[in-house]
């Protein structure tokens, strides 16, 4: 069964000078862990149903996945509830997503990956300074620098909302399943 909380909040939605917030915030509440378990404690519950909680953040939308067997959903469902709805937002795993985001664009993007540069260069061509699609999804170096714990927080908040949630199921999906999701 694939699991998909989608929201209609994405790259556009960050802030000036907190470029790639949405991004980042998307990465901690996915590898956070939840209010009721750690990042470890939900790696050890996922771990016997095969299944991980992925986050990918573009320019309009942000989804959440999750891809496990129909005997494990009803074990599931409440996790990835928890961790969306109730997201841990570790100050420490804060520091290790932003620094791999850095990466990501200090030595990834500007030294060995030509055809992504190419594209971020187009990008910031086509949209001015101050567009929302002016930054790479991943944000920038300053902005992913100035992002603290707080902003996390209050981003989360603001974009990861019920009224921006959209939820997808495909596969073996039953009425039960449906219940539990919808």
Avoid: C, W
Wanted: aromatic fraction near 4%.
């Amino acid at each position: 069964v694939a699991i998909s909380v989608a929201f209609y909040s994405g790259s556009a939605d960050d802030p000036p000078a907190k470029e790639g917030l949405t991004a980042l915030t998307a990465n901690l509440i996915a590898e956070g862990g939840s209010a009721s378990l750690s990042y470890p404690e939900l790696l050890k519950a996922l771990y016997p149903m095969a299944a991980s909680v992925e986050a990918y953040a573009d320019r309009e939308q942000t989804v959440f996945s999750v891809l496990v067997h129909k005997d494990h959903v009803a074990k599931l469902v409440p996790i990835l509830a928890d961790v969306i709805v109730h997201p841990r937002l570790p100050e420490g795993d804060l520091g290790r997503l932003r620094q791999s985001a850095l990466n990501s664009l200090e030595k990834r993007l500007r030294t060995t990956d030509d055809e992504n540069l190419g594209k971020a260069l187009l990008g910031s061509m086509m949209y001015p300074a101050g567009h929302p699609y002016h930054h790479p999804v991943v944000g920038t170096v300053e902005g992913l620098k100035s992002i603290t714990l707080e902003d996390v927080q209050t981003h989360a908040k603001t974009v990861f909302g019920k009224k921006r949630m959209v939820i997808g199921l495909g596969g073996a999906i039953d009425a039960a399943t449906k219940g539990l999701l919808l």
